[in-house]
């Protein structure tokens, strides 16, 4: 008899035996999923300058004029909140967890604005459609904005164009491009957003520079 039930339990364990694999399986890939999940933290990065303010001592603005800032123009490559890292000189990858906090498009039309309204160059700097045409545009092409990594070590990449177009003479009356790749002490993505942003600042500083030159001079 007890023969008869050994035989017969043997039996029903082969017929459900692919059940209990598959049951098996499913659990696994679930607990793994959720170990995953709990691991993984996307992480962003601001792009950000600190303001520069000219000395009130200056009562208005050097131009009566208005301008106008025209939204970023980025390579197809960078423009998204993708961060892009260059191993090759021909191939990029972008980075699976970590990205910028604003799109680049808004983040370098808006530093434009802050930096030129705090310099009291114009008498009015908007991105937004105003009501009378302004004579300037201020305009930004980027090129690169990108990490390289290269033999080990990482860099910070941009390359942009800023451009101050006058819609009068229907030509660019001032320009600044520059092309920098500054090493980094560590492989530290927050160190690369801090030193895009320093040599973004550092750039529009020059660029607006150049503005108070062209106007002084009575163009």
């Known amino acids: 008899m007890n023969l008869i039930n050994n035989i017969s339990m043997k039996i029903s364990l082969q017929r459900y035996k692919p059940y209990y694999l598959f049951y098996i399986l499913a659990g696994a890939m ?3 999923a959720g170990c995953s999940s709990k691991s993984v933290i996307r992480k962003y990065y ?3 300058i600190n303001p520069q303010i000219v000395s009130q001592t200056e009562q ?3 131009s009566p004029d208005l301008c106008e800032i025209v939204p970023a123009d980025i390579a197809p490559a960078y423009a998204h909140q993708r961060i892009a890292v260059r191993q090759r ?3 990029i ?3 699976q967890y970590h990205e910028w906090a604003i799109d680049p498009v ?3 039309s808006g530093v434009m604005r802050e930096h030129l309204q705090n310099q009291q160059l114009f008498e009015q700097v908007s991105d937004v459609v105003l009501r009378s045409i302004p004579r300037f545009q201020a305009r930004t092409s980027v090129y690169q904005l990108e990490a390289v990594d290269r033999d080990g070590d990482l860099y910070a990449h941009l390359s942009v164009r800023f451009l101050l177009f006058d819609q009068a003479l229907e030509r660019p009356v001032v320009e600044h491009t520059f092309n920098r790749m500054e090493p980094l002490k560590e492989r530290d993505l927050n160190l690369f957003a801090a030193f895009i942003s320093l040599m973004l600042q550092e750039e529009l500083t020059h660029f607006s520079d150049k503005i108070r030159r062209y ?3 009575g163009n």
Request: net charge negative; aromatic share 20%; proline share 5%.
């Open 30 to 32: 679930l607990f793994l």
């Open 46 to 48: 601001l792009l950000e």
């Open 60 to 62: 208005k603005p050097l």
């Open 89 to 91: 000189s021909h191939e």
């Open 93 to 95: 990858s972008y980075y």
């Open 106 to 108: 808004d983040v370098f």
């Open 215 to 217: 106007l002084v001079s």
